[in-house]
Structures are given as structure tokens and as C-alpha cells.
């Protein structure tokens, strides 16, 4: 069972502080408050079990949207969590060096499976003898970029590199994918970006040797028939697509504004959300939390909050004016 503190945990708030779900403004994860619309799906989606018609479909889709090049090949897979749960199955390896701090489970499943594993700051700090190199691109939680040149560049010097793009469809420009060198393996989440993570539906793109052998790793109908009905239709959707890329750009920016107004220093930003650092943290989170707004602490990082977007301006003056009960607000 992990042990990695995660977002999300609304339940554990509750029992905590009180209220109903509805009640709360949960703005604990990096994850697309409104969602893609799905509709009614084909009867046969949920009634046969998923066959490779149905998964081909749902890759040609993933090949299109991700611009996966000939050489390589994708997988899917039940969330990229599950896919990477099986990587050191596959990619054996002694040492790994993490480009730190970023999401926890890395860390985790790989220390899980006896391998040293070593934080570094950056991509090219990495000891001689690492053999696999992570790195979050752009880097969660403090949206930390890096183009996809330098990392090829750097990415000679393993056996392997992971590359988790989860918040990437914001920033296509930054994806490995297109010029995948051939001992790169990314993983793609459809959950954030689409806002459906419950769909649990991710995706691995690599060389063929490897996608293969995880694909044997995990067994057959990894990905049920409504997430794949629903995947392919939304990664096909080009202008809701473009629409909202433009519309989460919008809204990081005006949370970013808030948060400053507000007397919190912003660390880092992404799409999907804002990295804030204030003296006193805990009080603040607390305080939100209090008024039933979850966020997300850092036990590692006392001084850090982040902050996911709220879903409209209802939550966006909310959040607002429970800071402003808090006598964070410096100007106004």
C-alpha cells in the first residue's frame, strides 16, 4: 500500500472539519475542474469485454493527439500510476536518480523494488553511475520546465529515461514524444488535462521492445471498454481541446493573481496549478480548510501550499474572500 501523501483526500477533510462533499472546494489537485463532456456511450462499451478493435481505435487516437512518430510505439494502460508501477519489472536497474522535489510515487515504487534512488536538482546533476533518470516535465508541483533538446541531449548518458508529462497537454511544445530517442519511455495521464481521472486511463510511448514487454507485464484488458470509448472521443476533439488550453492558461494566471493579492509568494506555476509559499503554511491551509477549502501541503515543505483551480468565479471570489478572513491580503 503507498505511503506517498496525496491531493484529493476529501474524505479524511471532512471527518476533520465537517460539511458535505458538495459543500467543499476542493483545489487539492492539478486536475481540470471542468471536465470534458462525455455524454451517453455505445451500450457495447460497458456490456462486452474491451477487444482490440476497440483498443486500436483508442491508440490510433493517443498516436494522433500525442504525435507519436513511426518508430515508436504507445500503450494504455489503467492510469499512468498502474504504468509506472511497472516499470521496474522491466527496466532493471540499480540506481535511479530523480529530478526532485516532484510527485512522490517515483520515488516510492522504485525504492519499493530495492533500487537506490538519489534526488537531484536537475536533469544533468545526475551521478555517472545512475541508470535510469526520471524527470517530471513541466515538474509537479512547482511547474519547472525543460525543452525537449536539452533533455535528449542529456538523455545519452542512461540506459533509460522516464519522462512523466503529466501536465503537458497545456505545453505540447515540451513533449518528448515527437523526437523520441529510442531509450525514452513517457507517460502520458489523460485524467488531468480531460479533467476525468476517475476514467483512470494513461498511456506509455517508448521503443517497441519496451512497450511490449509491459504490455505483457500487464496482462490483458488493462483499459475497460467506457475509458476506451471515452478516450479516443476525447482525444480527437481538436477544438475542445484548443478551447481549453486557452481556457486553463486563463484561469493559472487570474489564481496566480489571486494568490499574490493575497500575500503569498508564488513559486511556481503550471496550467493545472499554482505553487505559493507562505511563512505560516499550515495556519493558512487550516484556515481554508476550515471554511471547506482543501489544498495541498507538503509535509516535506512546510513553507509550501499548492493550489488547484477553482472551477468558475464562484470559486474564485470564495477562495478570495477566505483568504482575506485570514488578514493575508496586503493590498485592498
Excluded at 555517472?128 to 525537449?148: C, F, K, S, T, Y
Excluded at 479533467?195 to 494513461?202: E, K, T
Excluded at 471570489?317 to 485592498?332: F, I, S, T
Amino acid at each position: 500500500m503507498s505511503t506517498v501523501y496525496h491531493g484529493g483526500g476529501l474524505d479524511a477533510a471532512i471527518a476533520k472539519h465537517g460539511g458535505q462533499r458538495e459543500d467543499w472546494l476542493d483545489l487539492s489537485t492539478g486536475i481540470n475542474p471542468v471536465a470534458y463532456p462525455v455524454g451517453e456511450l455505445p451500450a457495447e462499451a460497458w456490456m462486452r469485454l474491451p477487444d482490440k478493435g476497440a483498443e486500436n481505435l483508442l491508440l490510433a487516437a493517443a498516436r494522433k493527439y500525442y504525435r507519436v512518430p513511426d518508430h515508436a510505439e504507445a500503450l494504455a494502460g489503467n492510469g499512468t500510476q498502474a504504468l509506472m508501477q511497472l516499470l521496474p519489472s522491466v527496466l532493471k536497474a540499480d540506481h535511479v536518480a530523480i529530478v526532485s522535489p516532484t510527485y512522490g510515487e517515483h520515488a516510492h515504487i522504485w525504492k519499493q523494488a530495492g533500487v537506490r534512488v538519489s534526488a537531484i536538482d536537475a536533469p544533468e546533476e545526475a551521478s555517472g553511475d545512475a541508470d535510469i533518470l526520471v524527470v517530471v516535465n513541466p515538474n509537479n508541483p512547482d511547474g519547472r520546465e525543460w525543452q525537449p533538446v536539452n533533455l535528449s541531449e542529456v538523455a545519452g548518458r542512461f540506459r533509460h529515461v522516464i519522462v512523466d508529462e503529466a501536465f503537458c497537454d497545456s505545453r505540447p511544445d515540451l513533449s518528448m514524444v515527437p523526437d523520441l530517442p529510442e531509450n525514452v519511455i513517457v507517460l502520458r495521464s489523460f485524467g488531468k488535462f480531460f479533467g476525468l481521472a476517475g476514467v483512470r486511463l494513461g498511456f506509455a510511448i517508448g521503443s517497441g521492445d519496451i512497450v511490449r514487454q509491459l504490455a505483457g507485464t500487464q496482462g490483458p484488458w488493462a483499459v475497460s471498454g467506457p475509458a476506451q470509448a471515452i478516450g479516443r472521443q476525447a482525444l480527437a476533439d481538436e477544438n475542445w481541446i484548443i478551447k481549453t488550453r486557452i481556457r486553463l492558461e486563463a484561469a493559472s494566471r487570474e489564481l496566480a493573481s489571486v494568490l499574490c493579492d493575497s500575500g503569498l509568494e508564488i513559486v511556481g506555476e503550471n496550467a493545472l496549478f499554482v505553487l505559493a509559499r507562505h511563512a505560516n503554511a499550515a495556519a493558512v491551509f487550516e484556515h481554508l480548510a476550515r471554511n471547506f477549502i482543501l489544498t495541498r501541503p507538503f509535509p516535506e515543505m512546510p513553507e509550501m501550499l499548492r493550489f488547484g483551480l477553482p472551477p468558475n468565479a464562484t470559486g474564485f471570489r470564495r477562495l478570495r474572500e477566505a483568504l482575506v478572513g485570514h488578514g493575508l491580503v496586503q493590498n485592498g
